[in-house]
């Protein structure tokens, strides 16, 4: 059997986790006991193992070559052909649709070397010499927290205090799917902001591109980029505007307009939409919108109402919006909030944010391209 757990693994538990329904990439820290969950089916799929579930028994059954293994939820044994052959130190639990199972044993089962890093929370598992699986780790806090949660806030900034409203949406879980949309599904139409949530079944939705408003057009061209479900609706501007994308695997992110450009491959996103500047890159306040090629006032210094999305480290991403704000006190506002990384979005008259249900900031005018949530 291949070596496996470092020494700083001896006195820590592992888990996996499998979702039952959708490949979980992620795991999480438990609170208590400080055991660390990562999931199985992601991991197992990745090395050629195959996972089942039966809802009618509670059993996971696990085939790994020719061998296979069986385990039941509040049991704490696995079983192989029908004998029992090893006692788990805990019993497989599901939480939220998932199942979770001891990682030593499965360990054993699948024979793959497994190493535990503290500095970035990450368990590494080895498949060959040239492929390993990272799988992130969070707070069980974290995992436990509403797929979204709204929040209005005071922010003092510049000696002010500034009122903004926070959507936390918690990309942790897995039902969790961030799009962008036209509206009326359409290029170049407009509606309001519920009237596209509506058509999109969301439950949270905020103005997202910039586009032609002033136009006595019923067409409303929208500015820059925006893919949705691998398929780009709209052509990415040949500035560096920043782009808010997240990948087909659900892992959000912020880049430049230069760089996304650069490497684009508009299957690997399952969606994205350019606006920009950027507000925080890392951590760390970066704002330089005459680098991104904005020209106009009401970017470079002018106050007024804002709509903004961020991303914390712990996968959560950020709808917020607010009124009276330059966009270098809406960088100090995303970042006292916890951005990791965040951009302005489309403001004035379409700054919008809505939350099951009902407007907590209602834009001025009808919107083109929004983010929707559901």
């Given at each position: 059997?291949?070596?496996?757990?470092?020494?700083?693994?001896?006195?820590?538990?592992?888990?996996?986790?499998?979702s039952?329904?959708?490949?979980?990439?992620?795991?999480?820290?438990?609170?208590?006991?400080?055991?660390?969950?990562?999931?199985?089916?992601?991991?197992?799929?990745?090395?050629?193992?195959?996972?089942?579930?039966?809802?009618?028994?509670?059993?996971?059954?696990?085939?790994?070559?020719?061998?296979?293994?069986?385990?039941?939820?509040?049991?704490?044994?696995?079983?192989?052909?029908?004998?029992?052959?090893?006692?788990?130190?805990?019993?497989?639990?599901?939480?939220?649709?998932?199942?979770?199972?001891?990682?030593?044993?499965?360990?054993?089962?699948?024979n793959?070397?497994?190493?535990?890093?503290?500095?970035?929370?990450?368990a590494?598992?080895?498949?060959?010499?040239?492929?390993?699986?990272?799988?992130?780790?969070?707070?069980?806090?974290?995992?436990?927290?509403?797929?979204?949660?709204?929040d209005?806030?005071?922010?003092?900034?510049?000696?002010?205090?500034?009122?903004?409203?926070?959507?936390?949406?918690?990309?942790?879980?897995?039902?969790?799917?961030?799009?962008?949309?036209f509206?009326?599904?359409?290029?170049?139409?407009?509606?309001?902001?519920?009237?596209?949530?509506?058509?999109?079944?969301?439950?949270?939705?905020?103005?997202?591109?910039?586009?032609?408003?002033?136009?006595?057009?019923?067409?409303?061209?929208?500015?820059?980029?925006?893919?949705?479900?691998?398929?780009?609706?709209?052509?990415?501007?040949?500035?560096?505007?920043?782009?808010?994308?997240?990948?087909?695997?659900?892992?959000?992110?912020?880049?430049?307009?230069?760089?996304?450009?650069?490497?684009l491959?508009?299957?690997?996103?399952?969606?994205?939409?350019?606006?920009?500047?950027?507000?925080?890159?890392?951590?760390?306040?970066?704002?330089?919108?005459?680098?991104?090629?904005?020209?106009s006032?009401?970017?470079?210094?002018?106050?007024?109402?804002?709509?903004?999305?961020?991303?914390?480290?712990?996968?959560?991403?950020?709808?917020v919006t607010?009124?009276?704000?330059?966009?270098?006190?809406?960088?100090?506002?995303?970042?006292?909030?916890?951005?990791?990384?965040?951009?302005?979005?489309?403001?004035?008259?379409?700054?919008?944010?809505?939350?099951?249900?009902?407007?907590?900031?209602?834009?001025?005018?009808?919107?083109?391209?929004?983010?929707?949530v559901k």
């Amino acid at each position: 059997m291949k070596k496996f757990f470092s020494t700083i693994l001896v006195s820590i538990s592992f888990f996996f986790l499998f979702s039952l329904t959708t490949e979980a990439k992620y795991g999480f820290v438990e609170s208590e006991s400080y055991r660390t969950f990562v999931p199985l089916r992601y991991i197992s799929e990745e090395v050629g193992a195959n996972v089942k579930w039966d809802a009618t028994e509670k059993s996971i059954t696990i085939n790994n070559g020719s061998k296979s293994y069986k385990l039941y939820i509040g049991s704490k044994w696995i079983r192989s052909n029908g004998q029992l052959i090893k006692e788990m130190d805990t019993m497989p639990v599901l939480y939220n649709g998932s199942s979770y199972v001891p990682v030593r044993a499965i360990s054993d089962l699948l024979n793959y070397s497994i190493e535990w890093k503290q500095a970035t929370q990450q368990a590494i598992i080895t498949v060959s010499s040239s492929k390993k699986l990272i799988i992130n780790t969070y707070p069980e806090s974290v995992f436990k927290r509403p797929k979204w949660r709204y929040d209005a806030k005071t922010i003092s900034v510049s000696g002010s205090s500034k009122k903004v409203n926070v959507v936390s949406i918690n990309l942790l879980n897995q039902d969790v799917n961030i799009q962008a949309a036209f509206a009326n599904g359409k290029k170049g139409s407009t509606a309001s902001l519920s009237t596209v949530a509506a058509q999109n079944n969301a439950k949270v939705a905020i103005n997202a591109n910039y586009f032609d408003a002033y136009t006595s057009s019923s067409y409303k061209q929208p500015y820059n980029g925006v893919i949705r479900e691998g398929v780009i609706l709209n052509n990415f501007a040949i500035v560096d505007f920043s782009v808010f994308y997240i990948t087909k695997d659900g892992v959000p992110g912020i880049s430049g307009g230069n760089e996304f450009r650069s490497g684009l491959v508009a299957s690997n996103y399952k969606t994205a939409v350019q606006a920009g500047p950027r507000l925080i890159k890392n951590g760390n306040i970066s704002v330089n919108p005459v680098a991104e090629g904005f020209s106009s006032p009401k970017i470079l210094s002018s106050p007024g109402a804002r709509s903004a999305v961020g991303i914390t480290k712990s996968q959560q991403v950020l709808f917020v919006t607010g009124s009276g704000l330059t966009i270098d006190q809406l960088a100090n506002v995303m970042k006292q909030l916890g951005a990791y990384q965040a951009m302005n979005l489309d403001g004035g008259a379409s700054s919008g944010l809505y939350f099951q249900g009902s407007l907590i900031t209602t834009p001025g005018r009808a919107l083109s391209t929004v983010l929707t949530v559901k």
